[in-house]
């Protein structure tokens, strides 16, 4: 190991493997395994060695890799020890002159080097913090154009966010990225939107979700799902799921309402309930009871809709086979969601369907994925009946797609009826 620190001030800049790097950084973090790693790191006067490597002639590629492990060392057994010694050498002037530094792979570096420090939040941390004007300096790297950089951004947001639990200066970085209209907005500053939402709400600390609930409301996040450029609407949907397993039984109302008003959203409409569908049984403030009626609820309305794209060839009385739902828990739906609303999406995506024979592939494949994510905990004698209507359509047998999400569904149910673990009568 002391051979390859030594070594890595004079790796040669003509190197063309790009996995050179990456493969020596993962050798030296297996150092760090031992107990013994920092106080050998100390013998060899490492952090000398490696502010060789921060030298401004020095490949970017070394500096990164340097970088990189030094913070990895903080994270090591008796790692606070070599922080302190950090500060007697040039290494923190060089992280404080290169928090913006022109290239990519030194921004990640050093992102990785503060978010590593960060374990360690001690007074030089937060000096330090502030020498860099960390929420403006953050805001930059989330708007970063490199994607590796937006992300490790986000982590060390997210673990600021842990440190520092509700810090004004974080708050108010959050509310500036969120303030700006979304038609105005760049598709940088889009994906950095979704991205810093999404690794809040995935904070176990509760008054950082309810403080991302603030800021990034349902009419914040809307316009994001139905974005033209399909990457921003698959990230939307990602914190989408995340939001569900948060809001009460208003918001999931107010959600449905939302998505009924749609009368062009189509595919993404399904899309959006597939994820309401696919988190309510995880849901952190609706009842169990009240989450399954609800799913339930969504799921036989993606039943139904696959049925009037696919009616039976045979003769079937698709009426016989309606899902059962009785007066009571009809009254505890519309507690949580006004059925009117399912009723409108419903009708006007199997319009859409009808209209464009293309697209009704599409909207069939969609709803076939909201009844496989409500069958993946509840057990409907309903689902199971219909879906094996649906496969024995010749239409949907010539759909691949479309299949495969049938047979899934139907494993699924057929395994949950199996082990009786979630039954529906």
């Not at 003509?14 to 297996?30: A, F, N, P, W």
């Not at 090591?76 to 040039?90: E, K, M, R």
Request: some cysteine; hydrophobic content about 45%; aromatic content about 6%.
């Amino acid at each position: 190991m002391r051979g390859v620190l030594e070594q890595l001030p004079h790796m040669s800049g003509q190197i063309v493997d790009g996995t050179r790097h990456e493969k020596v950084l993962s050798y030296m973090r297996l150092f760090l395994a031992s107990e013994a790693a920092v106080e050998q790191l100390m013998s060899w006067n490492a952090l000398h060695t490696l502010t060789e490597c921060l030298q401004p002639q020095s490949d970017m590629r070394v500096t990164a890799t340097a970088v990189r492990f030094l913070g990895d060392a903080f994270r090591a057994h008796n790692g606070n020890v070599l922080w302190t010694a950090v500060h007697a050498t040039q290494i923190v002037e060089w992280v404080v002159d290169n928090a913006d530094s022109p290239h990519a792979l030194v921004r990640v570096a050093w992102l990785h080097f503060m978010h590593q420090a960060s374990y360690i939040n001690d007074r030089a941390y937060a000096e330090l913090l502030d020498r860099i004007d960390y929420p403006r300096l953050l805001l930059r790297r989330l708007l970063d154009s490199s994607y590796f950089v937006v992300a490790s951004a986000c982590a060390l947001l997210g673990r600021l966010f842990f440190v520092k639990t509700i810090d004004p200066k974080l708050s108010a970085l959050v509310e500036q990225l969120v303030a700006r209209p979304f038609a105005l907005q760049t598709s940088a500053r889009k994906a950095a939107v979704l991205a810093t939402a999404e690794t809040l709400l995935l904070l176990t600390n509760r008054d950082v979700r309810e403080f991302v609930h603030r800021v990034f409301a349902q009419c914040v996040l809307e316009p994001y799902l139905f974005d033209a450029d399909r990457l921003v609407r698959d990230r939307a949907l990602d914190v989408l799921e995340l939001v569900v397993l948060d809001v009460d039984a208003v918001g999931v109302r107010e959600l449905v309402a939302a998505l009924a008003r749609r009368v062009d959203g189509g595919c993404v409409v399904l899309r959006c309930l597939a994820a309401v569908v696919k988190q309510l049984p995880r849901n952190r403030c609706i009842g169990g009871e009240e989450a399954r009626r609800l799913g339930l609820m969504i799921a036989n309305m993606g039943v139904s809709l696959l049925l009037s794209i696919h009616p039976a060839v045979d003769g079937s009385d698709v009426d016989a086979i309606e899902a059962p739902i009785n007066s009571s828990d009809v009254d505890s739906i519309q507690t949580l969601i006004n059925s009117s609303d399912v009723d409108s999406i419903q009708t006007q995506v199997a319009k859409a369907a009808q209209q464009n024979s293309s697209a009704s592939s599409m909207i069939a494949c969609e709803a076939a994925r909201i009844v496989r994510e409500h069958s993946q905990t509840t057990f409907s004698a309903h689902t199971t009946s219909s879906m094996w209507l649906l496969l024995s359509n010749p239409r949907v047998q010539q759909h691949t797609q479309l299949v495969q999400l049938v047979l899934s569904t139907l494993l699924q149910t057929l395994r949950l009826a199996h082990s009786r673990t979630h039954v529906q009568m």
